[in-house]
């Protein structure tokens, strides 16, 4: 498992300090650590382990295919979170995806606190939010403040919120918090 992990985090650590730089991640990277996990896991565990690093590739790529769909991530991020899937797992991934959202929402907070648009923005969420049940209340309340958050997003390469997941992932594994 210490083998999985470390290249987990370091197959992380690069597309996140790539994308960084140049705001892609690349296939070579994502294919390696596809082939690294399948192969670590195959070698380990057999036929089953060779389940299991697809298993991981699909339920990584599936997470992050909707907003892939909707224009939120880029490719390089569903390729790096089905590479990390086939490292650690179909569990394991939907753990760290779930911890990078996590960490995604904070980072992207802490940006809209810094250009100080966070007050509108979550006023906007709360205004959507209570007009999916209040039929009566229309877009026009909240037109405003759509428009207020749109001029300028919180933008951020979304492998830094995946190499936190993986990172927060591990570290709640090591303390046997999660349970898996």
Request: glycine content about 14%.
């Amino acid at each position: 498992m210490l083998v999985r992990y470390s290249i987990a985090l370091l197959v992380a650590s690069i597309a996140a300090y790539t994308d960084l730089k140049t705001r892609r991640i690349s296939n070579w990277l994502t294919f390696a650590g596809m082939v690294s996990g399948i192969s670590i896991n195959l070698w380990g565990k057999g036929f089953p382990g060779l389940v299991f690093s697809i298993e991981g590739i699909l339920v990584g790529i599936v997470l992050l295919f909707v907003p892939f769909t909707l224009g939120g991530i880029g490719a390089g991020d569903v390729k790096l979170l089905g590479a990390l899937g086939a490292l650690i797992g179909p569990r394991e991934v939907f753990s760290t995806a779930l911890c990078g959202a996590i960490a995604g929402g904070i980072i992207a907070s802490v940006i809209l606190v810094i250009q100080g648009r966070f007050l509108i923005t979550l006023r906007a969420i709360v205004f959507g939010f209570i007009s999916l049940f209040l039929p009566g209340m229309s877009a026009v309340y909240f037109r405003d403040f759509l428009q207020e958050i749109g001029k300028n997003p919180a933008v951020f390469p979304y492998s830094l919120a995946i190499g936190s997941g993986v990172a927060l992932n591990i570290i709640l594994n090591y303390l046997n918090l999660l349970g898996t």
